[in-house]
């Protein structure tokens, strides 16, 4: 079945450097991916649409060059927390939209970021 | 805007019991609705999906409704067992767009 590896599942950050999480579809092509978070105890908001080659569309209220999406080819799409401060820790999860079957997403696994 | 509401927010139950999941969203226009699990920390997994035009989903102990007109879905899961025990989380796609907007999921424990 389609797989989306996410990684680092966990990463803990001190406060000022930069955190780039990785989401790779290992078996299809993933034309559009799709970047959420979850705060503790809220449900899963979506930050950013991306297509593979074009400039990521970013969801009102997300600063798109705290939160910078690469998506430069079918297969891996990149999302980089820069200058992380404690309140971007939460749990972010990326969602692979591919073009055949019957659900047509596939989410990854998801990485929780601490920032200290 | 879609919004998406999960009640009951937390559900405690004993091993073997039926128990019902609900989720309710205020836009009708939706393209489909799908149900996932989330286990600490971890990523979704995708339990059942409804389009618009299906009333209902099955799968194993699982059986999903929809009744788009209210704004409702429900997951039923038949014969309860510990390994049930998760966060679920009801999405729903619109008519237009492709993202999901997520309900706040029912935290489920399934007590031996």
């Known amino acids: 079945g389609a797989v989306v590896s996410q990684h680092p599942s966990r990463v803990i950050c001190k406060s000022g450097t930069s955190v780039k999480i990785e989401c790779r579809s290992l078996d299809f092509q993933a034309t559009t991916m799709f970047w959420y978070r979850q705060f503790p105890k809220q449900s899963l908001m979506l930050m950013a649409t991306?297509?593979?080659?074009?400039?990521?569309?970013?969801e009102q209220g997300v600063e798109k060059d705290k939160f910078l999406i690469n998506h430069a080819s079918l297969t891996l799409s990149t999302l980089t927390v820069t200058s992380a401060h404690p309140e971007d820790s939460s749990f972010y999860i990326c969602?692979?939209?591919?073009?055949?079957?019957?659900?047509?997403?596939?989410f990854g696994s998801g990485t929780r970021l601490t920032v200290v | 805007k879609q919004e998406v509401t999960q009640i009951p927010a937390a559900l405690s139950v004993p091993e073997g019991e039926n128990l019902v999941l609900n989720c309710s969203f205020t836009?009708?226009?939706?393209?489909?609705l799908q149900w996932f699990r989330q286990d600490p920390g971890k990523g979704l997994t995708s339990l059942l999906l409804?389009?618009?035009?299906?009333r209902e989903q099955t799968s194993g102990r699982l059986n999903a409704s929809l009744d788009k007109s209210s704004g409702r879905s429900t997951l039923y899961i038949a014969a309860s067992q510990p390994g049930d025990s998760a966060t679920y989380l009801c999405a729903v796609r619109p008519n237009t767009g492709n993202q999901f907007y997520f309900g706040t999921g029912t935290s489920l424990t399934v007590i031996p």
């Open positions: 409804i389009q618009s035009s299906q």
């Open positions: 836009d009708s226009a939706i393209y489909n």
């Open positions: 969602s692979a939209q591919r073009r055949q079957g019957a659900h047509g997403y596939t």
């Open positions: 991306s297509n593979e080659g074009s400039k990521a569309t970013y």
